[in-house]
C-alpha cells in the first residue's frame, strides 16, 4: 500500500509563568545569537553555491551542515536549540541562493537589517494559512527578518526528552508540550521537570520521564484543533514564537492517506459564466458535470461595492474582509472538486495558465455585465487554487493536478473534435454550439470536459518509444460512432 504524506500547521495558544517565560526568553536570545554567529561564519559561501550545479549544491549544503553543527557546539544552548539553529541556517542559505537563482536580489539576514513588516506579515499568514505553500512563505518571512525586540522562534525537529519537543494529554483532557528548552550548563537545569502518566499524542503511549534540561507548559487547544490535527495528523515538528502580546506555538502535523489510484478524469474550467466549472470523463463518456456556484460571491461583491460607493471609501480593512472571503470561497471550491474526484476516483486536470496572459475566452464580451465579478477568478485566484487543489487532493490520497495547454479548450467541440472560434457565439457567451455537429451546451461545461478529456489523451496516448502524440487530440477527440 502506498501512502501520500502532506503537512499542515496549527498554531496554539501557550500562558506560562514568568520562571519559564524567563528561561524561554534567555533561551531563544542566545538561540537567536547563535544563528546569526553560524550564518555570518558560512555566508562566504553563497556566491560559491550559485555557480554550482543541483547536485553539488545538495552536497556543499549537506557539508554546510556538518560544519554548523560544529559551529554550534560552544553555544550555551539546548540540544533540541543547536539542531534548531543549524536547521534554520541552512535553510536560509538555501532559500538565499535559489532566490538569487531566480534572478531576485536576496541578501541573508544579518543582526541589522531585521524588518518589522515582513514579521507581522508572516505572522499574520501563518495563522491565517491553510495550505502548505503559504505556511512556507509565511516561515520565509518570519524567519528571513525577525521582528524588531522579539528574538527569533525556536524550532524543535524531533520528540526526544532529550533534544527535542513532544505533544502530551493528562488524564482530565488537557493538553501540554513538553520542550528540552536548555543546556545541562545553564544555571536553570537545578530545577527538573517530572513528567508523570502524561499520554505522548504522537505515539498514544504513556510517558514517565523527568528532565533536567526541559518544560513542560500548558497549551490552549479547541475541539477543531483535536478533530482535524491530532486525530488525523502527527506532530512533526514545533516552534515556539514570542509576539508582542504572549507567545505561540505552531506545530506542523504530517498526514499520510492511502495512494489512490485514479480511474476517471475530472477537467475544471475556470467559468466566465460560472466562477468554475468541472466535468468527470473516462473513455471520452461524461459521467458528471457541475459548476461551482458563486452566487454567494456575486452577492457579496455587489454588497461591498455597494457600500462603498455609499461611504466613497476603499479602506484597506474592506479589502482584507473581502479577500478574505474569496479565500473562503476557494476553499469551498476546491472541497466540491476534491469530494467529486473522491466520488469518482479522479485525476484532476487543470489548465496550464504560464504561456496565457489572460485566458482567451475568459475576455468579456463587448456588452457584458460591467460588474468587477471576473475579478473572481483572477489569474491569482486560479493559482491559489491550484494550491489548495495541490494540497486538498494529496491529503485525500489522489495525486496533485495534472497540466493541460488552455489553448483551444473553449472552441473545441469534445463530441466530434471541431476546432473553430465560432463554436463560440459572440453575443451569448455562455453558448457553446457546434458548427460542425450542433453540440449545444453551456461553454464553460464544454470546456471543462475538454480539458478533461484533453488529460486522458495527454496520459494514454503518448508515445513513449517516439516521444510525442500517438494522434492529435481533435483527431482522437470523436465519439467513435
Ligand atoms: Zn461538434
Redesign the pocket.
Known sequence: MRMIKTFKTAVFNVKFSKRKGNIIDTQMRLAENAFYDVIERLAHHVEPLIKLNKEQRKDMLTRLKKEASQLIKPHPLSNASKSGVVADAIAQISSTVELRLTGQDAKLPTRNNRDIDTYDIGMDMLVGSLDLESQDLAKQLIYSKPYDGMPRPLLWLRTRPSDGAMLLRDGLGRYFVYINSHSSKSKFSKAKVVINDLVNVRTGETENFSSSTGLLLPIQLSKWHQSEFLAKGKPKSYRLIKKADGYILAVTFEFKAEKIEPATYLGVDRGIDKIAAFAVTSKKEVLKKDFCDGNELRDYQKECETNARKKQTKGNAKYIRWRGYTDLIMHKIANEIVNTALKYRSQVVLEDLTNIANGHHHRRARFARKTNFNKVLSRQQYQKLQHLLNYKLSYVGLPTPLFVRAAGTSIT?N????YDSKNRDLNERSLFL?K????QDNADVNAAVTISMKGEWLTTQFDKEHKKMKNRFSDWIPLPS
Open positions: 467541440c463530441r466530434c473534435g471541431n457546434c460542425s455537429c450542433n453540440y
